[in-house]
């Protein structure tokens, strides 16, 4: 062996004198004279900036490095998992070197490198929650407003660049559709891996080689497989007795996922927010399926502009809620989501208008107390398979409503009472199914829905005195009943053609709409019915023919679509008091285009156009209808009242997740052009009585706005900034003049969520707005409300969180400045966090706010909440498997 | 993907017997680095970027490189087919995350050489041996700090690609990611110059909890590199009559869109 080496030794010797280049060789072994293969020895320079060279010993643990030309000094450095590094200074010049390497085992200096906190994947740009958390934060939604390109509404709507979500998955499941805001204020953020932000998201998965989508959608990817999560939240404080109780647990696994909540208020904490849709999607089906409640009164339930409900709601509600999703065979879904609330609601509010006429004003001073009672009860049933072969959905659902509501008015120096019961009952079914077939794809579409509401309205005496003309009566009531039934129907054909989808889609809707009012006068106890011109017995409907050609054309940067609606309407109206029947038909055309195209991967340029024209059959009630105390209104026999819309938008995008930066801004327009005009008699008594008078006019409305924001990972920062301005003008017609108004809005919002130092966040927030209204062609009304919140945030442990918050409010027209303090206090302990909440420090009782609205200008003052106290323990468990 | 899926659902169904073996261990995982890898498959269109999460497992004597989906898929497979065979149920691979990439990259197994184990679409499961010094590296002489690591730069040529790379000294390793090694420390960062495939380490930690780097039980049909990259050749080529012969019912627009996908993915990181 010995003999070998050496012989090997030699050999190398030798043949190094051959070579040019100058050489350290040696050979590498360990304390016992074995050798050592796979040793890195490196030669560097002195100061270790630079590798002159290296090897890696063979299996006999030799090496050999060739020797620089310039350095005179160099290291030879060998390190190692199990023995000693050595670091050793050599001359430069031609040497042997044997090292004997010592045992020990070296501990490598790891590393966890977090990702990036935003990072992109295709379509879909991820959120790392972790990186945006902070120590007082405790649900998902907390840490989602952090986020530099999501916004969080004061209502719980999720945007991304100023555009709502469609969809809210957990984990990749529906299971909440548009009322996601329950699961969003309830999911614990630590069992939370990563938001991410779907663009582009088509929700139906036979759609996705056909149709590209362009709407954003939400996954909330969870660490675990299984997450069991409940947040239970216990509050008591004074004065009045205040409660505030959340408990919602909840299950995610992959086959099924659940989400039970009960909750329960006075505390002006609006928790009827968590239950309703916050989907522009179901919104805009509403609409079209006509399957919400028209209410016949006029229910001006405004709220002091304020970002949160505990200022000013004075309410005392319980909700619960059921919502199950199950994963069966076949990837069919089946989902329950049910819901009930309660609720009791005082108003106390004083209103004070203000009507310009040319030569006159009113001044219409009203006092009003208001009770609401409300209870709702909703539940939809869904039974869907979303497959790459084939979609199927159905929902049934069963929404039972009633709106009691008690009011307690003075109007200029009057008392009275009115009061309104609502009640509402609505039943619908939407089935959709499409199929491939071969390069084909076909659906069918079918809604259904039916609702009535028989409407109650009393009011003792009232101001509405001078249309009815009769001064002995005390007091007047209504009963109304409306009863609708819509369908719509659709067969669809899609077929790919390269780059384009082409589709067809033909269908029919159908509407009939029935209306029953009635309005009696009171003598004492007596009810009396008026003449004819007070009552309604009106059938609305028809039918709608529709065929719709699409085109969507989507390659690599360019993509648009272009649809073009051929809908034949016909429509009837029956009235059963004046014997009148009317029928006409019309066939309209309602172009639509969208293009979008990307520009250097990071920006993206949109614009979209629609046309629409059709019948206008809401205003048919030819007798009079009571709205409110002061206001009744009545319209035409006529139904071929045309309305025509334009709008557009353009906008262009910037997102660099990289950077964690996005900018959007942009422009868009609408016009509204109708055969028809809203004749207003505004009497000085305060009365308001609305006719429909055959005018063509039009209203229009332009905006401009940009959104930027941006995250600093390393201080946890967050900068948003929003601008917008809008320009809005109207035509009114009012006590014979017709007026034109016009009103300018310019909105700065600038807020920034800042690390100040370890141990201190800073969140400072402000809304601007400067509005001018020319309200009539000589008045000009011009203000400039300033809102400025502040929240200093200190952790004195990790136990430990205290947080004030300023907020200041002052509106340039009436003057006013308001300053509210708010304290908050909160330990942890283990799981559990006990929180000691002071609000209304100050104890500012009343708000007023300025607005201007057509030809009147509008001052309101609230009652608010007073300084109360709240002492809470909060914990959420959040189990993972 | 879902041919490939397709594919291995077969096999692993008629090789039930094979499946039932366990996998054999080879040696035990020590450290892991992870890569982040950013790429781009379709080099007809360079704005489709992709990214996968790979993993280095790094054991005392040998090392595996793999899609971090691919890590233990196989025994996730095999349970799936198990549960799916004893409750006469379909198959539930939802759980069971994707790899965008098929390949396994054994270094210094056996001694001295690579070995890759791939699944060619349309053609199955192949392994072929390499010599392990497939790499000149030459020194260029900058430094870095990635990561807190400090690096030093390399540069070499492979498969038709010019990379550049950063490794460090301070992790005594002379492995990287794919086949890349022969550097005196882990390459913490190499791209190509086309800016095509970039691995970028993530994270590098020493094994807690005890774990094996397992070869696969399924039959790998040996064949030369050269063999290797003719079969994917002609595979790709011939995808369609391949599909239409094979017992599985496709739609023939879902096979042509299949089909279109293939090859727009054909921007592999070896080019020759």
Request: proline share 2%.
């Amino acid at each position: 062996m010995k003999t070998t080496r050496l012989f090997i030794i030699l050999f190398l010797l030798f043949a190094n004198e051959v070579f040019a280049q100058k050489k350290i060789y040696g050979y590498i072994i360990d304390v016992n004279g074995n050798a050592i293969s796979d040793v890195n020895v490196l030669l560097l320079s002195i100061d270790s900036s630079l590798l002159f060279d290296f090897s890696i010993t063979n299996e006999k643990g030799y090496y050999s490095i060739n020797l620089p030309k310039k350095a005179k000094f160099c290291i030879i450095n060998i390190k190692t998992l199990y023995y000693k590094t050595v670091y050793r200074y050599i001359e430069n010049s031609e040497q042997k070197i044997d090292f004997k390497l010592q045992k020990r085992e070296n501990r490598l200096k790891e590393v966890i490198v977090k990702s990036d906190p935003i990072f992109k994947q295709g379509d879909t740009i991820n959120y790392i929650v972790d990186a945006f958390a902070t120590q007082e934060d405790r649900v998902l939604a907390d840490v989602l407003e952090k986020m530099p390109g999501i916004e969080v509404g004061s209502n719980g709507q999720v945007t991304y660049l100023g555009k709502p979500i469609e969809k809210y998955y957990i984990d990749g499941l529906d299971l909440l559709e548009g009322n996601y805001n329950i699961a969003n204020k309830n999911i614990p953020h630590q069992a939370v891996s990563t938001v991410q932000v779907l663009e582009n998201h088509q929700s139906v998965k036979v759609f996705k080689d056909f149709f590209s989508s362009n709407s954003v959608s939400l996954n909330i990817k969870l660490k675990k497989k299984t997450t069991f999560a409940s947040t239970v939240n216990l509050s008591a404080g004074i004065p009045f007795l205040l409660h505030d109780i959340n408990i919602t647990p909840m299950l995610f696994t992959k086959k099924q996922q659940m989400l039970f909540s009960y909750q329960s208020s006075n505390t002006g904490n609006d928790i009827q927010n968590d239950l309703k849709s916050l989907s522009i999607n179901d919104f805009v089906n509403s609409v079209e399926n006509h399957d919400y409640l028209d209410n016949f009164f006029y229910n001006e339930n405004s709220t002091p502009f304020f970002e949160t409900s505990e200022r000013y709601l004075f309410n005392n509600s319980h909700i619960g809620s059921v919502n199950y999703l199950a994963r069966l065979k076949n990837d069919i879904h089946l989902r329950i989501n049910a819901s009930y609330y309660t609720d009791k609601t005082q108003i106390d509010r004083t209103n004070s208008n203000y009507y310009y006429f040319d030569n006159d004003t009113i001044d219409i001073e009203e006092d009003l107390q208001r009770e609401i009672f409300t209870d709702n009860f909703n539940a939809k049933f869904t039974i869907y398979s979303n497959r790459n072969k084939g979609y199927l959905k159905n929902v049934f659902d069963i929404k039972f409503e009633n709106t009691q509501q008690n009011d307690e008015l003075l109007v200029n120096n009057e008392s009275f009472r009115q009061s309104f019961e609502i009640p509402f009952l609505s039943f619908s079914n939407r089935f959709h199914l499409i199929k491939p077939v071969g390069r084909k794809l076909i659906s069918f579409y079918s809604f259904t829905n039916y609702n009535e509401s028989p409407q109650h309205l009393n009011i003792d005496q009232g101001v509405i005195n001078q249309l009815i003309n009769n001064s002995t009566n005390t007091g007047f009531v209504q009963n109304a009943k409306l009863t609708v039934l819509n369908s719509n129907n659709y067969i669809e054909m899609s077929h790919r053609i390269k780059n384009s989808i082409f589709s067809f889609r033909g269908g029919m809707k159908y509407q009939t709409k029935q209306t029953f009012t009635n309005i009696y006068e009171k003598q004492g106890a007596i009810l009396s019915e008026l003449d004819t011109e007070f009552q309604n017995k009106v059938n609305v409907g028809g039918e709608k023919y529709y065929i719709e050609l699409k085109q969507q054309y989507n390659r690599r940067k360019l993509k648009f679509d272009f649809n073009i609606p051929f809908v034949y309407q016909k429509i009837y109206n029956k009235n059963g008091i004046n014997n009148y029947s009317i029928t006409a038909n019309h066939l309209f055309i309602q172009p639509e285009a969208y293009i979008e195209y990307k520009a250097f991967e990071k920006i993206k340029l949109r614009g979209s156009f629609n046309y629409k024209k059709n019948f206008e059959t809401s205003n048919t009630n030819t007798g009079y209808i009571l709205r409110n105390y002061n206001f009744i209104n009545r319209g035409v026999n006529d139904i071929d009242l045309e309305k025509k819309s334009y709008s557009g938008k353009l906008n262009i995008t910037y997102e660099s997740p990289v950077y964690s930066f996005f900018v959007t801004g942009g422009y868009y327009f609408s016009k509204l052009l109708t055969d028809y005009l809203i004749q207003s008699y505004q009497q000085t008594s305060g009365e308001i009585i609305n006719e429909i008078v055959p005018i063509p006019n039009n209203t229009s409305a332009n905006t401009f706005y940009l959104r930027t924001s941006k995250f600093f990972p390393k201080t946890k920062t967050t900068i948003f900034l929003n601008l917008n301005h809008s320009i809005k003008e109207q035509t009114n017609y009012i006590n014979e003049v017709v007026l034109l108004s016009e009103t300018n809005q310019t909105t700065i919002n600038p807020k920034i969520y800042i690390q100040i130092s370890k141990k201190m966040r800073l969140e400072l927030k402000s809304k601007i707005i400067y509005s001018m209204a020319n309200l009539t062609n000589n008045n000009l009304f011009s203000y400039l409300q300033n809102e400025y919140f502040t929240t200093i945030k200190y952790y004195p442990s990790k136990k430990q969180y205290l947080s004030l918050t300023f907020d200041y409010h002052n509106n340039s027209a009436i003057n006013s400045d308001y300053f509210f303090i708010d304290a908050k206090y909160q330990f942890s302990y283990k799981y559990i966090d006990f929180e000691l909440k002071w609000r209304n420090i100050m104890n500012t009782t009343e708000f007023s706010s300025y607005t201007t609205n057509q030809n009147y200008v509008n001052y309101q003052t609230y009652l608010l909440r007073p300084s109360e106290f709240l002492f809470s323990v909060k914990f959420s468990i959040s189990k993972l498997d | 993907m879902k041919i490939l899926l397709i594919i291995i659902l077969n096999i692993s169904i008629l090789y039930n017997n094979i499946i039932s073996q366990d996998a054999d261990k080879i040696d035990s995982i020590q450290y892991t680095a992870e890569y982040m890898l950013t790429f781009r498959s379709d080099s007809t269109n360079r704005e489709r970027i992709r990214m996968e999460e790979m993993s280095l497992l790094i054991g005392s004597k040998y090392s595996c490189f793999l899609s971090t989906n691919q890590i233990n898929r196989e025994q996730k497979v095999k349970e799936a087919v198990e549960k799916a065979i004893a409750l006469g149920e379909t198959m539930d691979m939802r759980g069971i995350p994707k790899p965008r990439f098929s390949y396994m990259i054994y270094k210094n197994y056996p001694k001295d050489k690579i070995t890759t184990y791939d699944i060619i679409i349309g053609a199955g499961f192949h392994k072929y041996e390499e010599n392990k010094k497939l790499f000149k590296w030459e020194i260029i002489n900058e430094t870095k700090e990635i990561s807190g690591y400090k690096c030093y730069n390399a540069k070499t040529s492979f498969g038709g690609r010019t990379y550049i790379a950063w490794f460090t000294p301070e992790i005594p390793m002379n492995d990287g990611p794919y086949k890349f090694n022969g550097l005196p420390g882990l390459i913490i960062d190499i791209k190509d110059t086309k800016d095509d495939y970039h691995f970028e380490l993530r994270n590098f930690y020493k094994q807690k909890e005890k774990d094996y780097i397992v070869l696969s039980t399924f039959d790998y049909i040996k064949v030369s590199p050269c063999e290797f990259k003719e079969i994917r050749k002609n595979c790709l080529n011939n995808l369609k009559t391949i599909m239409q012969e094979s017992e599985f019912q496709v739609s023939e627009g879902q096979m042509e869109l299949s089909i279109e996908k293939h090859r727009k993915n054909s921007n592999y990181i070896e080019l020759e």
